[in-house]
């Protein structure tokens, strides 16, 4: 019989078809799933928080299962996502013997799985790998989609390949013991699906959001929507050629503000840059009169009251001047002709994306905002 508590989120896409099972102790399992792929070997990539907790439980699923394992373990933080440790991950990748038809397993947040994912897209022009998402910001939005990558000293995520994993484990009792800032961060990707196309989950969100915080029922089903909500997206629009692009809400001034801060986590992490972008995309959108400005003031309610910043005075350190925030911008990857793109919206859950914003526009939001 299936468990009745684990969530199957499907991700139909032809010869690249994969699940994702979200639930409460899928980790202790994990080897029972992953076998099921058919493969003889595992390399799990981590980093130096999250391996102490969960690397032997993983290992020793796995191997429990006939399945030969190794450990790779990174740096934690945002820095870890370089050239460098691509190379570190992709070397001992090989030195593990990993064939085409074995198994990278990435067990961490974003950054591990970006970093492992590319590892697995390039190392004998790729193999396969699947993601056991440790955060909530990760099993909500990086560890679904195919999007792998690192960063360049130009910009966040420059480089790196589209490569689907073979099955996702989101295993939402490890987020009991994530740090809550780190809780926040990825709520901000949760409350980005409402704003995207479904004012009914945002509203959702403002009755629920605490319940999703303290692990009941409702944090199941928040990270069971928004992979639902990605999926979706993601059989549309693979390679972002159109509307995936819709989940850069708020990314194109998190992104600056992440360039701006040099990745550095104790100033900012990915998903308050998101916070904060979000709030810009709706108050820049309300400037223009595309946008109701209570919508936008509604946004920002609900996500201070999450606990996130919501203003770019609330980045630790300064974020730089106007120009510099429009430089960081310029390297952002839906830049076309020089041209920026935006994603804005008309209201809550009515999102649009809006090519070719003047420059100017932008410049003279962004010193109303950095005066406010």
């Known amino acids: 019989m299936p468990d009745a ?13 994969y699940e994702i099972y979200v639930g409460r102790g899928l980790l202790q399992e994990a080897g029972q ?25 993983l290992a020793r699923s796995l191997q429990q299962h006939g399945l030969r394992t190794s450990v790779v ?7 870890t996502k370089c050239y460098a440790f691509l190379e570190t991950v992709c070397d001992a990748v090989l030195e593990a013997r990993i064939e085409r038809g074995d198994l990278v397993v990435a067990l961490g947040g974003g950054v591990v799985g970006d970093l492992a994912g590319f590892a697995a897209a390039v190392v004998r022009r790729g193999v396969r790998f699947v993601q056991v998402p440790t955060t909530l910001l990760s099993q909500v939005d990086s560890s679904v989609g195919g999007k792998t990558g690192i960063n360049s000293r130009h910009g966040k995520n420059l480089v790196g390949a589209f490569h689907q994993p073979s099955l996702v484990l989101a295993d939402t ?14 709520y901000a990707e949760v409350v980005k699906y409402g704003l995207i196309d479904d004012a009914a989950f945002f509203a959702w969100c403002e ?43 708020g990314h194109t001034f998190g992104h600056a503000l992440e360039r701006i801060t040099h990745y550095n986590s104790a100033r900012l992490v ?7 972008g979000l709030c810009l995309a709706f108050r820049f959108s309300a400037s223009l009169g595309l946008c109701p400005v209570a919508d936008a003031e509604r946004v920002e309610a609900h996500l201070s009251a999450a606990g996130l910043p919501t203003r770019l005075n609330q980045v630790a350190g300064g974020c730089g001047t106007v120009e510099d925030l429009l430089d960081a911008m310029a390297q952002d ?12 919206a008309s209201g809550i859950g009515k999102s649009f994306i809006a090519p070719g914003i003047s420059v100017d526009s932008v410049r003279a939001f962004l010193k109303d905002e950095n005066s406010a």
């Open 33 to 57: 799933r992953i076998a099921a792929l058919g493969a003889r070997a595992a390399a799990i990539v981590t980093d130096e928080h999250v391996g102490p907790l969960y690397a032997d439980i």
């Open 207 to 249: 009755k629920n959001w605490q319940g999703v915080f303290a692990g009941g029922p409702e944090r199941n089903e928040a990270v069971a929507q928004s992979c639902r909500a990605k999926a979706a997206v993601v059989v549309r629009d693979e390679r972002e050629d159109g509307d995936r692009a819709l989940l850069n809400l």
């Open 173 to 186: 009792a490890l987020l009991d013991t994530l740090p809550l800032r780190e809780m926040r961060a990825g």
């Open 73 to 79: 373990t990174v740096p934690a933080g945002e820095a």
């Open 270 to 276: 990915h998903g308050e840059g998101v916070a904060i």
């Open 5 to 17: 508590s684990i969530t199957t989120v499907p991700v139909p896409l032809g010869d690249r078809a």
């Open 333 to 344: 990857k839906k830049v076309k002709g020089g041209a920026l793109t935006f994603i804005l």
